[in-house]
């Protein structure tokens, strides 16, 4: 008996052609302290991806990017109003952790 799975789950859907500009637009739209920490991080998220994509013909890194700065994006009001709260965040655990991207 093998202990393999007799399928692999489907991939998650690839991102819209368009949703690096939309992240964009979103991290442009931030309070302007948090945009301009952020912007230049997604810009170079985006271009190492593209380069990996580039040199690998596949666009697995680019769809990753996107998931990866979406999550960051979506739970940011989040993350500000636990922070508003005056809530204790030192035993917190690092975002890239959760999340698996293994930096």
């Known amino acids: 008996m093998s202990a393999q799975p007799d399928h692999l789950p489907a ?3 690839a991102p819209a052609p368009r949703a690096a500009a939309e992240l964009l637009a979103r991290i442009r739209a931030e309070r ?4 301009a920490r952020w912007l230049p991080a ?3 998220d985006w271009a190492k991806a593209l380069e990996d ?5 596949d666009l697995s890194p680019l769809h990753e990017v996107v998931r990866t700065w979406r999550a960051k ?4 009001p989040a993350v500000d109003d636990f922070i ?4 204790n965040d030192e035993d917190g655990v690092d975002l890239a952790e959760l999340m698996g991207n293994g930096q």
């Open 73 to 76: 994006l979506d739970t940011a």
């Open 42 to 44: 997604f810009e170079r």
């Open 84 to 87: 508003a709260a005056g809530m």
């Open 32 to 35: 302007p302290e948090r945009s």
């Open 53 to 57: 994509s580039r040199q690998t013909y």
């Open 11 to 13: 991939p998650p859907p």
